[in-house]
């Protein structure tokens, strides 16, 4: 089972960037699909992008074209790369591992994940 570890996060002005990392442990990485939630104070989670091992990707319509996700199978680590900010991007964000056939494209239920990390906050001031 994957165990992921956030980083990256901070405060950052609206229309900046911030690059988010997820380190993971575990032998077992090309079986999970990876992916990244967000949770504003008051909210529920949501979805913002998901990427599973042949790197076939989804994101949630409100950061298509200006959020990245990414991994690197080698590192057992993904990426979120967030570029145009807005203060509506603020939230803490986690990374979520779950098991997933490389077949499929990845999930975006938060219940398909297993595997969670404690949360980064992002802040965007305006």
């Known amino acids: 089972q994957v165990q992921p570890v956030e980083s990256g996060g901070g405060l950052v002005q609206a229309g900046g960037s911030l690059r988010l990392s997820c380190a993971t442990s575990g032998r077992t990485f090309s079986s999970y699909a990876m992916g990244w939630f967000r949770q504003a104070p008051g909210k529920e989670r949501e979805f913002v992008a998901a990427?599973?091992?042949?790197?076939?990707?989804r994101y949630a319509d409100s950061v298509k074209g200006r959020f990245t996700i990414s991994r690197d199978n080698a590192k057992n680590t993904v990426y979120l790369q967030m570029n145009s900010l807005k203060p509506e991007d603020t939230a803490v964000y986690y990374c979520?591992?779950?098991?997933?056939?490389?077949?499929?494209?990845?999930?975006?239920?938060?219940?398909?994940?297993?595997?969670w990390g404690q949360g980064t906050q992002v802040t965007v001031s305006s």
């Open positions: 990427i599973n091992w042949t790197g076939n990707i």
């Open positions: 979520a591992g779950g098991l997933w056939s490389a077949n499929y494209y990845p999930p975006i239920r938060a219940t398909d994940f297993g595997s």
